[in-house]
């Protein structure tokens, strides 16, 4: 059972910035898409962003050119480097990995929160 682990969610004023880390219990391997994905109060839980093996990154509309997404294989750590943060952004952030290592698997981590004060 392959374990996700967020940290660095937090507090923060409008404008400010926070990165998430997000640790995974095994090496990252050529077949893992990696993501962040976030869920506010009420709201069903959305795409953030990707990453792939490869490097290729996709974003959530909402979050381009103020979020960047980034992977450390070394580490088996994903990171979401958060800058110029809004009110809006305000939600609990969770972790995924989509992996197609033995067998096609789906993990999530206990996610995160986030808060960004006006």
């Known amino acids: 059972q392959v374990q996700l682990a967020e940290s660095g969610g937090g507090l923060v004023q409008a404008g400010g910035s926070l990165r998430l880390s997000c640790a995974v219990s095994?090496?990252?391997?050529?077949?893992?898409?990696m993501g962040w994905y976030c869920q506010a109060p009420g709201k069903q839980r959305e795409l953030v962003a990707t990453i792939t093996a490869g490097g290729s990154t996709n974003y959530a509309d909402s979050v381009k050119g103020r979020f960047t997404i980034s992977r450390d294989n070394a580490r088996n750590t994903v990171y979401l480097q958060m800058n110029s943060l809004k009110p809006e952004d305000t939600a609990v952030y969770y972790c995924?990995?989509?992996?197609?290592?033995?067998?096609?698997?789906?993990?999530w981590g206990q996610g995160t929160q986030v808060t960004v004060s006006s």
């Open positions: 095994r090496s990252i391997f050529s077949g893992d898409v």
């Open positions: 995924r990995l989509i992996t197609t290592v033995g067998g096609f698997n789906d993990y």
